[in-house]
């Protein structure tokens, strides 16, 4: 059953429900007004999310880890059909120990996340030592799915990805789900450093906007036919490889060359 991505997030994080999502997304990188006009293009079929309020939308920040290798990022560059990353995200308007611990895998193209909620002295205990409070959070299939992928991995913080998202879903259709992302930032941080986008650095140019498009198992006719006529190209873009490329030369790769990803940079 499809579930919006974002789901009661002030849930108190012992209460906190095991969240599954398996959909496909499709990726636009488009410039501020284009992504404007797209959404006044969508008209009576979408609806803003109920989660966004009255404000026009939330802040995002995940943390990325990785191996000491980056797995993770050759595994996108170089287009795996199965690829799993580890991230711990926060909305601006989380309470202040609710921290979300989620795992995004992509098999083929089909997208499936697992995520649970854990307080802040359970994600730092899960990420630096491999065990949480099994009496407060149970044998959580996530939390264990992570330990499994840091110890094989040797996972370990990699980049902090920020931006604005303002987040519609379908009026007539529960499963489609439509973001604009915008003010994209990556930064090095850590659990217990988290650090904020004023000490970051640009990952897209202010002037662009990513579009994502979910939905479980087909786009509506009318959304195809909307993005036939602008004439909307789907990208293989990831905030995560991004923001890894920004720090390249800090990531303790240094002997490797470093990939040729999109310029977004483009008139």
Sequence with gaps: MFMSEVVDRKVAATDRPIRHFNRYEMKYVVHRSAAGNFQ????EYVEKDPNAGDR???RISSLYYDSPSLSAFWEKVEGLKFRRKVRVRRYDDDPRDLWHVEIKQRID????KRRTCVNYSNAVQLMSEGTWDEQEYGNDPVLSEVV???KVRSLQPAVVVGYHREPFVGRYDDSLRITFD???YGWRGRLDDWG?????RLILPLDLCVVEV???NFVPLWLCKLLAEIEYV?????KYCEAASVFWNEAGINGMSKPELTNWQRG
């Design 40 to 43: 006044e293009r969508l008209g």
């Design 56 to 58: 026009p939308g939330y």
């Design 109 to 112: 193209k089909t997208v499936q």
């Design 148 to 150: 499994y992928l840091a």
């Design 182 to 184: 915008t003010s994209l």
């Design 196 to 200: 904020s986008s004023a000490c970051g």
């Design 214 to 216: 979910k939905f479980d």
């Design 234 to 238: 789907s990208e293989r873009m990831s």
